[in-house]
C-alpha cells in the first residue's frame, strides 16, 4: 500500500521515474501523477492524448521522466493539429510551457545526455500526399509485451520524416535539428539522409558507421564515449560493431535486428546478446564480446555483475576485468518456474515475485504478482487481473519484499 495507506485508482502506468517515487497512471484516457512516497495524486490536463505509438519503449509517447528524477515533460494538444510541450518540476507547483506547435507529433523525450526537452515530430508533408503522416499507427488500446531481442524492421519508414525539435520553455521555441538522437560527450549522435551515423560537434563531423551499414543504436556507454550499433543494412541477419571517435570493432556476432534505436544509455559496462541459443555480453571497457552461457538468458547487468537464466537456475555472475580471467558463478535461485516474468527496475528485478538486488545479486523476497514496477527501495508496485488473468487492473499498490525460508540470499 502507498504511504497513507491509499491505493493507486489507475489501470495503466504510462510512465515511471527510474528512481520509482513518480508515476504517471492512465484510466479511461485520463492520466494522474503520483508521488509513491506519500500518496499524493495530481491530475494531469485532460488535453493529453491517449494514443500511443507502437515501439520498443515501455513509456508512453507523450511523457518522458528526465534521468535525474527532477522532472517530467508531457504533451498536450491545444487544437486538431496543435500541440504544446509542458514541463514539471516534480516535488513542487512550478510548471513550464513550450511554444505552440503546428505538427504530428511522435514521441516527446529527454536527451539521454543532458541538453533538455526533445520532441520527434513531422513537421511537413515530406511524401506530398497532402497531410503530415507519421510512420506508424496511433492505438488507445494498451500496448502489448514483447520480448525485448524480437525486434520488427522499422526501416525504411511509411509516412512523412520525422525530425527532432529542442524545445526552449525560456524562449518559448522549438528549433528543429533533423536526424538528432542524442549527445554524447559534448557531441551529437545524428543520422543523416543517407543513412549514415554521424558524431557532429562545432569543430567536426565524424562518421561512425555509413550507409551501407545504416547502424541502429542497440546501447552505449557516455562515459567511455562508444556507441554499440547493428549494421541493419547488410545482407541477412545484421553484424554487431563497437565504435566511436577512435573505435571501430567488428565483435563477429550478428542478430536479427533493425528496431528502434535505443538511446537511454545506463552506462554499465556491460550489455547483454543472446546470438541464438546461447547468451554474452559485450564488455564496453575491453572492447570484447564475452560468452557466458551455451544455453542461457542474461536478465540484467549491473557493473560488472549479471543475472543470468540457466534453466531452473538464476545465477549471480562475475565477469571480470582481466582478460583471461573465469567468471565466477553463484547460484541465487534454484527452483525457478519456466516462462516466469521479470520485470526490471533501477536497483532491483522481479523474478516472478521474487526481488534480487541486480548489483549484488541478494535476494530481499517475494511479493504477489503480478508485479508492475519496482522503486529503488525494493519495494514492488502490484496490481490485479481480469477474468482471464491477462490485463492489470487498478487498485494498484506498493508491497514490501516478505523474506520467505529457502528463497536464498
Known amino acids: 500500500m502507498l504511504a497513507g495507506g491509499r491505493a493507486l485508482e489507475g489501470t495503466r502506468v504510462a510512465a515511471a521515474q527510474a528512481q ?111 497531410r503530415r503522416s507519421l510512420p506508424v499507427a496511433l492505438s488507445a488500446a494498451p500496448p502489448t509485451c514483447a520480448v525485448e531481442d524480437n525486434f520488427v524492421a522499422v526501416a525504411p519508414q511509411a509516412g512523412d520524416d520525422v525530425t527532432t525539435l529542442r524545445i526552449d520553455f525560456a524562449n518559448k521555441r522549438a528549433a528543429q535539428a533533423p536526424g538528432l538522437l542524442r549527445t554524447l560527450r559534448g557531441a551529437e ?16 563531423s565524424f562518421t561512425l558507421a555509413d550507409e551501407e551499414c545504416g547502424g541502429r543504436i542497440l ?64 564488455d564496453f571497457e575491453r572492447r570484447v564480446l564475452v560468452p557466458v552461457a551455451d544455453d542461457g538468458l542474461v536478465v540484467s547487468t549491473a557493473g560488472r555483475f549479471l543475472l543470468l537464466r540457466d534453466g531452473k537456475k538464476l545465477l549471480g555472475v562475475l565477469v571480470p576485468a582481466q582478460a583471461g580471467a573465469r567468471l565466477r558463478r553463484e547460484v541465487l535461485l534454484s527452483d525457478v518456474a519456466h516462462g516466469t516474468t521479470v520485470v526490471e527496475g533501477a536497483e532491483h528485478l522481479s523474478l516472478g515475485g ?6 549484488d545479486g541478494k535476494v530481499l523476497g517475494r511479493v504477489p504478482e503480478p508485479v508492475i514496477g519496482l522503486d529503488v527501495f525494493g519495494r514492488a508496485l502490484v496490481g490485479g487481473e481480469d477474468e482471464a488473468g491477462t490485463q492489470l487492473l487498478g487498485p494498484l499498490r506498493y508491497v514490501i519484499p516478505n523474506h520467505s525460508p529457502g528463497l536464498g540470499g
Request: hydrophobic share 40%; aromatic share 6%.
Open 20 to 130: 520509482g517515487r513518480y508515476l504517471v497512471t492512465e484510466k479511461l484516457g485520463r492520466f494522474e501523477l503520483v508521488d509513491a512516497a506519500n500518496g499524493n495524486r495530481r491530475e494531469l490536463d485532460a488535453r493529453i492524448d491517449a494514443r500511443d505509438a507502437p515501439s520498443n519503449r515501455l513509456t508512453h509517447r507523450n511523457f518522458a521522466f528526465d534521468a535525474q528524477g527532477k522532472r517530467l515533460a508531457y504533451l498536450l494538444r491545444t487544437a486538431p493539429t496543435k500541440y504544446a510541450v509542458v514541463e514539471l518540476e516534480l516535488g513542487s507547483s512550478t510548471v513550464r510551457m513550450g511554444p505552440s506547435l503546428e505538427l504530428e507529433p511522435l514521441r516527446l523525450r529527454y536527451d539521454a545526455g543532458g541538453s533538455g526537452v526533445w520532441l520527434d515530430a513531422v513537421v511537413a508533408d515530406s511524401n506530398a500526399d497532402g
Open 189 to 204: 549522435l545524428r543520422r543523416d539522409p543517407a543513412e549514415r551515423l554521424l558524431l557532429v560537434s562545432p569543430t567536426e
Open 219 to 282: 546501447s552505449g556507454n557516455e562515459a567511455l564515449g562508444l556507441v554499440l550499433i547493428a549494421c541493419y543494412r547488410k545482407p541477412g541477419r545484421a553484424p554487431l560493431r563497437l565504435v566511436g571517435r577512435t573505435v571501430d570493432v567488428d565483435l563477429e556476432v550478428d542478430l536479427a535486428f533493425a528496431g528502434d534505436d535505443h538511446l537511454d544509455f545506463d552506462d554499465d559496462v556491460l550489455y547483454p546478446l543472446h546470438p541464438g541459443r546461447s547468451a554474452a555480453v559485450v
Open 354 to 359: 521474487v526481488i534480487v538486488a541486480r548489483r
